[in-house]
Nanobody
């Protein structure tokens, strides 16, 4: 079993910055893509940004130029630096990772989600 734990959410004023972190733990063999998604009240969960193990990134158009995703493969961590935040960025942010893990006798694929962290942008 693979667990993801996010940290770093909170309340910030419009135009401010906030950084999120996500740590993956468990019997991880390898992680392919890691990413951040968000869900605002009354809306569907949407992709914010993803990053592959090789460092290729993908961003939602709404956050391009403002958000930066990065990861530390050695620590199984992914980060999201959010700058110039807007009220419409208010949402619960979820970390996601997919890869392979191992039990005592075999390897298995996983796709895990964190519990979410609230980001509120308001004056």
């Amino acid at each position: 079993q693979v667990q993801l734990v996010e940290s770093g959410g909170g309340l910030v004023q419009p135009g401010g910055s906030l950084g999120l972190s996500c740590a993956a733990s468990g019997n991880i063999f390898s992680i392919n893509a890691m990413g951040w998604y968000r869900q605002a009240p009354g809306k569907q969960r949407e992709l914010v940004a993803t990053i592959t193990s090789g460092g290729s990134t993908n961003y939602a158009d709404s956050v391009k130029g403002r958000f930066t995703i990065s990861r530390d493969n050695a620590k199984n961590m992914v980060y999201l630096q959010m700058n110039n935040l807007k009220p419409e960025d208010t949402a619960v942010y979820y970390c996601n990772a997919d890869g392979s893990a191992k039990s005592n006798y075999y390897y298995f694929d996983f796709n895990s989600w964190g519990q979410g962290t609230q980001v509120t942008v308001s004056s």
